[in-house]
């Protein structure tokens, strides 16, 4: 028992870390480009304070998500807002056309699907086993294959948009894609 409540703080600790470092110096110093170190080191701290009230406040929300079961709360998460970060990295490796404006759509495409279906996690229940499922055909698609659905939704966004825009120069993208990666 001690080596997991071990791990867990071990893995919230570095990722409180990590959160209150990239608020504080890509946020806060834009905002107030002449904070001292002082002031930094109060603001990372907030931060900390924030999302740890902010993990308390949800805590009861993910008992109901997922059926109650933290894996399957945990894997939906990660196949719904994972798949379109994956889309727009894999395109992006693989298509010199890819562009900035594609990118954005196809993000914000597949992160408004996803959390729309991941409110429909709170809002229809899963049926028990046996019990037929009467759920609208948003919610009953299991999330596994939503999140294909999502993948081939971000990459046909992304393909369209930045079709319809400028391209990035070819210069700018030497060693950026697998095409313009030189050996």
Excluded at 125 to 153: K, N, Q, W
């Amino acid at each position: 028992m001690a080596v997991m409540l071990a791990a867990v703080m071990s893995s919230l600790s570095s990722v409180y870390n990590s959160a209150s470092t990239i608020f504080t110096i890509d946020i806060w110093q834009r905002i107030r480009p002449r904070a001292s170190d002082r002031e930094k080191l109060a603001v990372g701290r907030a931060v900390v304070a924030i999302l740890v009230d902010l993990g308390l406040v949800w805590m009861p929300l993910i008992e109901r998500g997922g059926s109650g079961k933290l894996f399957r709360y945990i894997a939906t998460i990660v196949f719904l807002f994972g798949s379109p970060i994956m889309a727009i990295f894999i395109v992006g490796l693989i298509w010199p056309r890819a562009n900035e404006p594609g990118a954005l759509g196809g993000f914000l495409i597949g992160l408004l699907l996803a959390a729309a279906r991941f409110a429909m996690e709170y809002i229809y229940a899963s049926p028990a086993c046996g019990e037929p499922d009467t759920r609208p055909a948003f919610a009953s698609i299991h999330y596994m294959y939503f999140g294909i659905i999502l993948f081939v939704v971000t990459v046909a966004t992304i393909v369209i948009l930045s079709l319809l825009t400028k391209p990035i120069p070819r210069e700018g993208l030497d060693g950026l894609t697998w095409v313009t990666l030189k050996n």
